[in-house]
């Protein structure tokens, strides 16, 4: 069973409805593993800021199969404290991480454009 099924599972337990109104939201929340395969992955959504995100792609709420408006805030935060405890800002995520020269846009090579 995969971790979005779990946290899926708590969310239709907090909020009603079933497990399948939430697994979206929670497979998202989680589609980062498939790019990085480290737990680093969850600087991309599981922040405050992540959140944001995750609300902007899925709207502000969804109508679970009972019938009730559940903010999607509200899940992905569920999601992020499941897994954390504590929702961190992405400046929590970035402030250790030590610059390299090319994120400020300096290359080692020229780039030549070509017309």
């Excluded at 899926?8 to 009603?16: E, F, I, N, P, Y």
């Excluded at 939201?25 to 922040?47: G, L, Q």
Aim: aromatic share 10%; glycine share 6%.
């Amino acid at each position: 069973m995969s971790k979005a099924w779990i946290h899926a599972q708590s969310s239709a337990k907090r909020w009603g409805g079933t497990p399948d109104d939430y697994i979206a939201i929670h497979e998202r929340m989680d589609s980062t593993k498939s790019a990085h395969a480290e737990v680093t992955h969850r600087c991309v959504f599981h922040s405050a800021f992540g959140i944001y995100i995750i609300e902007e792609l899925f709207g502000r709420f969804v109508t679970n199969s009972d019938g009730k408006q559940v903010f999607v805030r509200d899940i992905a935060e569920q999601h992020v404290l499941e897994d954390l405890g504590f929702i961190p800002s992405l400046s929590d995520w970035l402030k250790d991480m030590p610059p390299q020269p090319w994120m400020a846009g300096q290359r080692k090579t020229a780039v030549k454009i070509v017309d």
